[in-house]
Nanobody
Framework: QVQLVESGGGLVQAGGSLRLSCAAS????????MAWFRQAPGKEREFVASITGSGGTTYYADSVKGRFTISRDNAKNTVYLQMNILQPEDTAVYYC????????????WGQGTQVTVSS
């Protein structure tokens, strides 16, 4: 059974930083893409960033490029999201998700971690 457990959320002032972690279990971690999504109150869930199984390629939403960095440690079965220069509009519940390299959709999701950025 695949499990994803996020941690690292919290309250931070605008301009600050947070690092989210997502610990995975239940599948061969390095074979799967990992991603971060977020959902703000009253809004649809949106893509934030993703990373290939080897960690060699990353993708970012335009809204976070240059501020957020996704990375992974396959030895620890963990994916990270380093978030810098946080802004109030980054306030959301952040979810990690996983999918097979050849898959079209993310098939497992974590429970989410709240990030709140105060102005």
């Amino acid at each position: 059974q695949v499990q994803l457990v996020e941690s690292g959320g919290g309250l931070v002032q605008a301009g600050g930083s947070l690092r989210l972690s997502c610990a995975a279990s239940g599948r061969t971690f390095s074979n799967y893409y990992m991603a971060w999504f977020r959902q703000a109150p009253g809004k649809e869930r949106e893509f934030v960033a993703s990373i290939t199984g080897s960690g060699g390629t990353t993708y970012y939403a335009d809204s976070v490029k240059g501020r957020f960095t996704i990375s992974r440690d396959n030895a620890k079965n963990t994916v990270y999201l380093q978030m810098n220069i946080l802004q109030p509009e980054d306030t959301a519940v952040y979810y990690c998700a996983t999918r097979p390299a050849g898959g079209n959709s993310y098939d497992y999701w974590g429970q989410g971690t709240q990030v709140t950025v105060s102005s």
